[in-house]
């Protein structure tokens, strides 16, 4: 059982930053991959970025590349999503996610824990 919590959502203007936060208050994340998805208002919910146990390999999507970084932090048991130049279109709430598998993977079933969400919203 892994419970997860996630912080660091909040308003900035375009352009700006914000640090998402995932820890684990039940369980571990040892020997699982991570991901960060987002849902905006009336879409689906849609891959972000996703990093193995190790961190030795990262996947983003297409449309943050270049702009968001996902790290880890095994010591704390936390994962982090680094977002910079903030657009309006990223306006969203941010789920993170615990793999059973270390497969960085972009499908949310390939995800069988989830944290409650933490709303970010971009003015422009």
């Known amino acids: 059982q892994v419970q997860l919590v996630e912080s660091g959502g909040g308003l900035v203007q375009a352009g700006g930053s914000l640090r998402l936060a995932c820890a684990a208050s039940?369980?571990?994340?040892?020997?699982?991959?991570m991901g960060w998805f987002r849902q905006a208002p009336g879409k689906e919910r849609a891959f972000v970025a996703a990093?193995?146990?190790?961190?030795?390999?990262?996947t983003y999507a297409e449309s943050v590349k270049g702009r968001f970084t996902i790290s880890r932090d095994s010591t704390k048991n936390t994962v982090y999503l680094q977002m910079d130049s903030l657009k309006p279109e990223d306006t969203a709430v941010y789920y993170c996610?615990?793999?059973?598998?270390?497969?960085?993977?972009?499908?949310?079933?390939?995800?069988?824990?989830w944290g409650q969400g933490t709303q970010v919203t971009v003015s422009s």
């Open positions: 039940l369980g571990t994340l040892s020997r699982r991959a």
């Open positions: 996610a615990a793999s059973p598998w270390d497969t960085a993977g972009s499908s949310p079933t390939q995800y069988n824990y």
């Open positions: 990093i193995t146990w190790s961190g030795g390999v990262k």
